[in-house]
């Protein structure tokens, strides 16, 4: 009876145009940029674009990013896939507040670099004048400031039939952490590289900026190495069901032309389920009652061919990634088969650590940050936090990743204070595990977590690079990659790019990510509603 009286009354409600009771009732901003820059003024009076007339005009014809970015966002602004339907009427109409039409947008750069860094430039300007000068300025030191110029720009545009409108603007951005992240899962789950494109499409319109490669697990190794065919032949699902160096290479550079690095990762010592049957004698051999089992555990840290191995191994993959950094992993190592391994046992011994499967950890680790430090291309690491919590003595300059107690503040707060205290640099994922999933609007407690909200000093502060949201794979494969991760991943976007003052409220955030998430959907992504609400492009 109980639930037979709330359906009559949703169904009243939906009559009356209502909303059910917890939700609310949004009407979403019109022109507004997502993520909020620092600073942005806007006025009433507006211009009018219309697409046949306007152009890009660059200030240098020889960076090929900058060439590729105008052409790809001429195509967003103007070509939306579902048809510029979120126009606010037929035709604009001639007010008082029209200021001309803007045929022309200057994009000046200073310096075009070729692959994004841990350290570049993303600032910007962009100004549209109150006096009709017939050309507006998108203007920013280097080639990626233009890239998040660009999109914010693309932005601003509002439909209104065959035209579109933008208002007078002026803004100065900048992001407020270096690193912006999003790690994709492709072993529990493999995803094609179409699905990885779209991603970075979207990281893009969101101003993410590294892409966080989960390449390899227990379940598959997906990998095509050309040094070791036999790691994705065994590993793999299927021979279908890998990444090619071309694969590779073709994501490495669509990332590249949106100004976004790609961390690729090969977790180890555990996690290496899969790496077995192509690499014998790469995994322990677990034992019972004194006899191998027929199962496997991490990788052998006594069989010093290992580190051979993974010499080349390693040496192969920071020339296909050329990034600085390559994520090492480091987290979850189950000590039971080394506890149970005889010929551990006496490596243990020998090294006098008996009984101290962290120190055999440590022994790992630190053979393999040396291997990686000084391979040609002299890589910086990330390791997840076990690294650090189980006491290993790394490199100052790595990066520690922080990724436990999403449900317990208190505790990767002390984990953040801990990690910065001890001088290392680190990265904050314990509130963005975005494949965890519940009913209801669930964005709120992403937009409430700060990186640097936790009990350090400035310079400990200063030592947190950003965040990064987490989407694993065990649930989530190409069929629902981009709805459960969009447009949630958003809001951490804005969460690692906009200053304090303009994330702290998630009531004035609502109508602005509406917007935002409508804006995606007429771009042709299938990102989910965020609460019960209307789109245009819903079609």
């Known amino acids: 009876m109980a639930s037979t009286g709330r359906a009559l009354v949703a169904l009243l409600m939906a009559v009356m145009g209502g909303v059910e009771a917890g939700f609310p009732s949004v009407t979403p901003t019109v022109g507004s940029v997502w993520p909020r820059p620092l600073a942005w003024e806007t006025r009433d009076t507006y211009y009018v674009i219309r697409p046949d007339a306007f152009k890009f005009v660059p200030s240098t014809g020889s960076c090929t990013i900058l060439t590729e970015a105008l052409k790809r966002y001429e195509s967003t602004m103007f070509n939306n896939t579902r048809g510029n339907k979120m126009s606010t009427g037929e035709e604009w109409e001639v007010k008082n507040e029209f200021r001309g039409y803007l045929d022309a947008v200057k994009v000046d750069i200073s310096i075009c670099e070729d692959h994004p860094h841990e350290n570049m430039d993303e600032s910007y300007v962009i100004e549209l004048s109150p006096s009709y000068i017939g050309n507006g300025t998108i203007a920013a030191n280097t080639v990626w400031g233009v890239l998040r110029g660009l999109e914010s720009f693309s932005q601003l545009l509002v439909p209104a039939g065959s035209s579109f409108t933008i208002n007078v603007t002026a803004i100065a951005d900048e992001p407020r952490f270096s690193y912006r992240g999003l790690m994709l899962d492709t072993a529990r789950h493999f ?33 095509e190495s050309a040094a070791f065919p036999d790691l994705s032949k065994l590993g793999a699902y299927s021979s279908s069901h890998v990444y090619s160096a071309a694969d590779v290479a073709d994501i490495v550079e669509y990332a590249r032309l949106r100004g976004i690095r790609v961390l690729p990762e090969f977790d180890t010592p555990g996690h290496t389920q899969s790496w077995g049957p192509g690499q014998q004698g790469l995994l322990t051999t677990c034992y019972t009652n004194s006899t191998p089992d027929g199962t496997f555990g991490p990788i052998d840290p006594a069989n010093d061919a290992n580190y051979d191995f993974l010499k080349s191994f390693f040496t192969e993959v920071t020339q296909r990634f050329p990034d600085h950094y390559v994520h090492l992993g480091g987290d979850e190592v189950d000590f039971s088969c080394w506890k149970s391994n005889p010929n551990i046992t006496e490596f243990m011994a020998q090294h006098n650590i008996t009984g101290d499967y962290s120190k055999l950890e440590e022994v790992y680790v630190k053979k393999l940050l040396d291997i990686v430090a000084n391979l040609p291309t002299k890589n910086g690491y990330f390791v997840w936090q076990e690294v650090f919590d189980n006491g290993v003595d790394i490199a100052k300059d790595t990066v520690v990743h922080v990724w436990k107690n999403e449900n317990v503040p208190a505790a990767w707060k002390k984990e953040l204070d801990q990690v910065t205290g001890a001088g290392y640099q680190t990265v904050l994922s314990s509130c963005w595990y975005l494949n965890y999933i ?27 690079l ?24 958003a809001v951490v976007a804005e969460k690692l790019w906009s200053a304090t003052e303009h994330t702290a409220d998630t009531a004035a955030a609502t109508p602005r990510l509406e917007e935002h998430r409508c804006r995606l959907l007429a771009r042709g992504f299938d990102v989910e509603p965020l609460w019960p609400s209307f789109c245009p492009d819903d079609l």
Request: overall charge negative; some cysteine.
């Open 466 to 489: 950003g965040g990064e949201a987490c989407m694993w794979g065990e649930y989530v494969d190409r069929t629902n990659l981009i709805s459960r991760t969009w447009p949630r991943a």
């Open 438 to 464: 519940s009913y209801g609007v669930d964005w709120h407690k992403y937009y409430e977590c700060d990186p640097q909200e936790f009990n350090g000093t400035t310079a400990q502060q200063q030592l947190v």
């Open 191 to 223: 995803l094609p590289v179409s699905k990885l494109k779209e991603n970075l499409d979207l990281m893009a319109m969101n101003k993410l900026n590294v892409f966080h490669w989960h390449l390899v697990d227990d379940q598959s190794f997906p990998y």
